[in-house]
C-alpha cells in the first residue's frame, strides 16, 4: 500500500528534474537530481496524469523552519527493492524502507545544535504548475512523548497517519505557514482552498552530535487515526527502533516475488533489464486490504490501476501467472468499485471516480474477468460478477454501441464488441446461452469499425495513435479481420507497411547505433515543446511507435494470425535489443505502472499472452531457458541453439541476427501451432524451443484459432 521516495516537486511523479510534459524532450527545472524531503504515495512511471500523491513530506534538517520547502543535492544514492538511500547536501544521511502499510525513515546527522525533523502534513501532488493537490480539510495532534497522529482528506479520500518518532530529549511541536505554535496540541482545518492553503504540520527538534540516528515510523489507514495505530504496532511493534527489522521482511518478500521468474543465460545487461522489468511489473497496483475508505466491508481495496489501458494486454495475465492471489483480489476489488460506483475502472487512484480515464478505453475489465473465469483463478461470485459485466457494457459509450453497433471514438467500438464477447464466455460457460447468444451477436460488430475499402479503422479521434495503430490489435476474430483486409498477402503488406519493412529512406546509422532490423528508414524524433505540425508529420507515417504506447503493443503478434510467425521473431528481437537499456532513459516510453515492463518480460520469455481469450502466442525467447513459478509447478522454456546476444546497452556496433524458431515440443508432444492454451502454462509444464538463424515452416501451416472458425461455413459476417 505504501511508497516512499525523495521529493523533488518535478516530473516524472515528484522525483526527477523536469516539467511535465506528453509530448517530446521534457524541458529540465533543474541541473541535477535534489530533494525538499521524502514523501509518500507515488505513481510508477505514468505519463500526464496530473495528481501524483506525494503526500506526508518528511524533512530532516539543520535549517530554520522558515527554509522548509528549500531543496538539497542529492548524493551517494543507492536503491534496491524496499530500500532507498542518499545524503542530502547538508550532510544528512537519509534511509526509507517500507512495509505493507507503514513507512520507516532513518535520518543520520551531523553536529548540530539545532537539528530537526519537519512533517509536512499539506504538501502533495508537483511543484510545478497545475501539478499542486491541495487538502480540504485536516487535523494534527501533537501526542507528546514522540507520538502524533493526523488526517488529511485530498481527492475525497481521508488518509490518516499515526507517527513514532525516536527522537529521546528533542522538543515536539506544531507549526503552521512555518510558525511555531508554542504550547498548541492539535490544528484543525475545515475548508481549506487553493487560495487559503498554508502549510502545517508536526517539528521535532533538538541538538545532535555526528552520528546521531533518528528514525521516524509512520502507520498509514484510510480509514482513521486508530487504525493507522493498528497498523504501525502490527508492523513495527509499540516501541523501539525497527528500520532494519522492517527492511529484511520487505526485502524477503521481493526477493519471493523475484525469483517468481527466473532465467539462465543472457549477457549482464539483458539480464539486468529484465529484472527491472519484473520488479516494475510488479509495483502497482497497490493494495489497502481492508483499508477501502468508500465502503465498511473488509477485502482487498485496489488502487493505482493506471490504467486499464495499460496493464490489461500483458500485466494483469503475468500477475495471474505468478501472483494469482493478487491478480484475484484485484478483480474482487473492481467488482466491488462497480458495485459502489456504477463502472468498472478504466483508471483507478486512491480517489473515488470510476468514470475517470473513461476516453482511453470501454469494458478493459472483462478480458481479464474472463481469463480469470476460465483460469478458475480465485473464489469470486461469478453470478454476481457476470451481472456488472453485462451492465457495464450499456455504460458511457456503451448505450450508443448497443443502439447502433457503432460508436465514436472508432477503437471504443472494438473495445464494447471484446467486451462483449469476452462477456459471452462467462455467460455460456454459466449455462446462460439466451444471454450469450445476445451478446456474441453484437460482439460481430467489431466489423462496423473498419472501412472495407482500405483494410484499416474509420476516421475518427484517436487517443494518443491514429488508426494505424489501432488497426492491428488482437481481435477475437482475426481470421474475419484478416479477410477483411484482403486476405493473409495483404494483411502481411500491411503490417510490413505499419513496421517498415521495405522503407524508401536508405538504412543507415541512427542516433549513434546501428539501426534495428525490420525498422527501415530514419525518423527524426521530436525534440522540446513540439509544433502540433512536427507530430503530425510523425503520426502521418503510419509506422509502429516503438511501444512508447500502449494502442499497438500486441501489433507484432499479428502476424503469428497470418502464417508468418519470422515477421514476429523480427520485430520482437529488434525491440528487445535496441530500445531497452540499463541507464537513465532505459525504456522507450513511459512504463505506465509495469505495463511495458510486463511486456518486456513476456517476449524475453518468447510467449505472449492474447488478454481475454485465454492463450499464448509462441515466439522465440531471449533466453536460454526460463521458469516460471505457478500454481501447478513450474512452467519451462527451454531454447536449444540459442545465441546470447548483446543489447543496444553494450555499446555493440553491429545488428544481431534475428533468431527464428524452428520447431517445437510442448510436455514432449511435438507443437505444430504458434500458441498454447493459458491453462497448459499456468498448470506447469515444459515448452522446448529449437531456435536458428534463419525462417523456418514452423507455424506457417496453422493459424491461432478465431471465433469463426466455430460458426458454419467459418468467415464473417
Not at 527491472?276 to 477501502?292: N, Q, R, V, W
Request: proline share 6%; aromatic share 10%.
Amino acid at each position: 500500500m505504501v511508497s516512499a521516495c525523495a521529493y523533488s516537486g518535478a516530473y516524472p511523479t515528484g522525483y526527477g528534474r523536469y516539467r511535465k510534459n506528453t509530448e517530446g524532450v521534457p524541458e529540465e527545472l533543474f541541473d541535477t537530481l535534489q530533494a525538499s524531503g521524502f514523501t509518500h504515495f507515488q505513481q510508477s512511471g505514468t505519463g500526464a496524469i496530473r495528481k501524483y500523491y506525494n503526500y506526508v513530506r518528511v524533512t530532516p534538517m539543520v535549517q530554520p523552519l522558515d527554509e522548509l520547502g528549500e531543496a538539497w543535492p542529492l548524493r551517494d544514492e543507492t536503491a534496491s527493492a524496499g530500500y532507498y538511500a542518499a545524503t542530502l547536501d547538508t550532510g544528512i544521511r537519509c534511509e526509507i524502507t517500507v512495509g505493507e502499510k507503514v513507512a520507516v525513515h532513518r535520518y543520520t546527522f551531523p553536529e548540530s545544535s539545532s537539528a530537526r525533523v519537519v512533517v509536512d502534513l499539506s504538501c502533495g501532488g508537483l511543484a510545478i504548475e497545475h501539478g499542486r493537490t491541495v487538502p480540504l480539510r485536516a487535523q494534527v495532534e501533537s501526542m507528546g512523548r514522540g507520538h502524533a497522529q493526523g488526517t488529511v482528506v485530498l481527492e475525497g479520500v481521508p488518509l490518516s497517519v499515526y507517527l513514532q518518532v525516536d527522537s529521546p530529549g528533542w522538543r515536539q511541536m506544531l507549526w503552521h505557514d512555518r510558525r511555531l505554535i508554542e504550547g498548541g496540541t492539535r490544528l484543525d482545518f475545515d475548508s481549506i482552498r487553493q487560495t487559503t492553503l498554508r502549510p502545517f504540520g508536526l517539528l521535532f527538534m533538538g541538538s545532535a552530535r555526528a552520528g546521531r540516528t533518528i528514525e521516524v515510523r509512520l502507520g498509514f489507514s484510510l480509514r482513521g487515526c486508530d487504525q493507522a495505530r493498528e497498523n504501525l504496532e502490527r508492523e513495527c511493534g509499540e516501541e523501539g527502533p525497527v528500520f532494519d527489522l522492517v527492511r529484511a521482511r520487505t526485502s524477503g518478500r521481493w526477493g519471493d516475488h523475484l525469483s517468481r521468474v527466473e532465467v539462465d543465460g543472457g549477457t549482464p545487461a539483458r539480464r539486468q533489464v529484465m529484472a527491472t522489468a519484473l520488479y516494475h511489473s510488479l509495483i502497482k497496483p497497490c493494495f489497502g486490504d481492508d483499508e477501502s475508505p468508500f465502503w465498511p466491508a473488509s477485502g482487498p481495496f485496489a488502487f493505482d490501476v493506471c490504467t486499464m489501458w495499460d496493464i490489461y494486454k500483458a500485466q494483469i495475465p503475468l500477475l495471474m501467472a505468478i501472483v494469482p492471489d493478487r491478480a484475484a483480489d484485484l478483480l474482487e476489488s473492481l467488482i466491488r468499485v462497480c458495485e459502489e460506483e456504477g463502472n468498472f475502472p478504466i483508471g483507478y487512484r486512491m480517489a473515488r471516480g470510476a468514470d475517470r480515464f473513461f476516453r482511453q478505453g470501454s469494458a478493459l475489465a472483462h478480458t481479464a474477468l474472463a481469463d480469470a473465469h476460465a483460469l478458475g483463478l480465485g473464489g469470486l461470485d461469478w453470478s454476481w460478477a457476470l451481472v456488472h459485466m453485462v451492465d457495464d457494457l450499456r455504460r458511457l459509450y456503451g448505450e450508443d454501441f448497443l443502439e447502433q453497433g457503432l460508436v465514436h471514438p472508432i477503437t471504443h467500438t472494438l473495445d464494447l464488441a471484446y467486451g462483449h464477447h469476452c462477456t459471452a464466455k462467462v455467460a455460456r460457460a454459466l449455462g446462460d446461452k439466451r444471454l450469450a447468444d445476445e451478446l456474441e451477436e453484437r460482439a460481430r460488430n467489431w466489423v462496423n469499425a473498419f472501412e472495407r475499402s482500405t483494410g484499416l479503422l474509420r476516421d475518427s479521434e484517436f487517443y494518443e495513435g491514429g488508426k494505424w495503430n489501432y488497426s492491428f490489435r488482437l481481435l477475437h476474430d482475426m481470421r474475419a479481420r484478416i479477410a477483411l483486409a484482403g486476405g493473409e498477402d495483404a494483411f502481411v503488406a500491411m503490417l510490413d507497411r505499419f513496421f517498415g519493412f521495405g522503407g524508401s529512406v536508405p538504412v543507415g546509422r541512427q542516433a549513434g547505433r546501428p539501426p534495428a532490423a525490420g525498422f527501415a528508414g530514419a525518423v527524426t524524433q521530436p525534440g522540446r515543446r513540439p509544433s502540433a505540425e512536427e507530430m503530425a508529420a510523425g503520426y502521418a507515417l503510419n509506422r509502429f511507435e516503438g511501444l512508447n504506447n500502449e494502442p499497438d503493443m500486441d501489433a507484432p503478434w499479428a502476424y503469428h494470425y497470418a502464417g508468418r510467425p519470422d515477421r514476429t521473431a523480427e520485430i520482437v528481437h529488434a525491440a528487445l535489443t535496441w530500445q531497452f537499456g540499463t541507464g537513465a532513459g532505459g525504456l522507450p516510453g513511459n512504463d505506465d505502472s509495469g505495463g511495458l515492463s510486463a511486456w518486456y518480460v513476456w517476449a524475453s520469455l518468447g510467449l505472449f499472452p492474447v488478454a481475454g481469450q485465454g492463450r499464448f502466442l509462441v515466439n522465440a525467447p531471449a533466453f536460454a531457458r526460463a521458469a516460471l513459478r505457478v500454481d501447478g509447478g513450474e512452467f519451462v522454456i527451454e531454447a536449444s541453439g540459442h545465441r546470447d546476444e548483446p543489447i543496444g546497452a553494450d555499446g555493440v556496433e553491429h545488428t544481431p541476427p534475428t533468431q527464428y524458431v524452428r520447431s517445437a515440443t510442448l510436455n514432449g508432444r511435438p507443437l505444430e501451432t504458434t500458441h498454447i492454451n493459458a491453462s497448459e502454462v499456468h498448470r506447469g509444464g515444459l515448452l522446448r524451443l529449437e531456435l536458428g538463424p534463419e525462417p523456418s515452416q514452423w507455424g506457417r501451416s496453422a493459424r491461432p484459432p478465431s471465433v469463426s472458425d466455430a460458426r458454419p461455413g467459418g468467415g464473417t459476417t
